[in-house]
């Protein structure tokens, strides 16, 4: 009876256009349809792909054959303020992109950085989890930053 259920689960599951989260489908960059963003390494690559996709799913102005975006990510935590006992009370996660866009007629490539400060808690792990927060983020603004940043060269063009 179990296995009959569960073969009932995966049939509904199936039908209702369900993908699993970590695809390696054909529909795995998926972004805007036309602009396939690459994997970036690490954690921080991921948020930003995905803050990426996010922001590109409108598209970009004058983009409409098939683009790949490249971005080269680079992440840096800074302690800026600390308490009489040395212990740092005030951090902050800076990133910065490199970014290329690349299509059949031409390529288009800039950088953008972003900046997200927090405050650190007593907790080691508090600390770990605060970093966690600073660096999704900076992502996120990175990533709105980048587009933004595209999309200016693009009307341009």
């Known amino acids: 009876m ?10 509904l599951i199936s039908g209702c256009g369900f993908r699993p989260v970590y695809s390696t489908g054909a529909n795995a960059n998926y972004a805007g349809g036309a602009i396939t963003v690459p994997p970036i390494a690490g954690r921080s690559g991921y948020m930003l792909r995905r803050a990426l996709q996010e922001e ?3 598209g970009l102005p004058n983009v409409t054959e098939p683009s790949t975006l490249r971005v080269e990510l680079s992440e840096s935590l800074t302690r800026l303020t600390f308490k009489p006992d040395g212990q740092a009370s005030r951090s902050s996660v800076v990133a910065s992109a490199r970014y290329t866009l690349s299509r059949e007629s031409d390529t288009v490539s ?3 950085t972003s900046e997200a400060t927090f405050a650190v808690p ?3 792990y508090g600390d770990i989890s605060a970093q966690k ?3 999704d ?12 940043d595209l999309r200016l060269q693009l009307v341009e063009d």
């Open 110 to 112: 800039g950088s953008a």
């Open 2 to 11: 179990k296995y009959l259920l569960a073969i009932f689960a995966f049939a």
């Open 137 to 148: 983020r900076a992502m996120r603004l990175l990533a709105k930053r980048l587009v933004d």
């Open 133 to 135: 927060g600073a660096s």
């Open 56 to 58: 590109l799913a409108i």
């Open 122 to 124: 007593d907790s080691p």
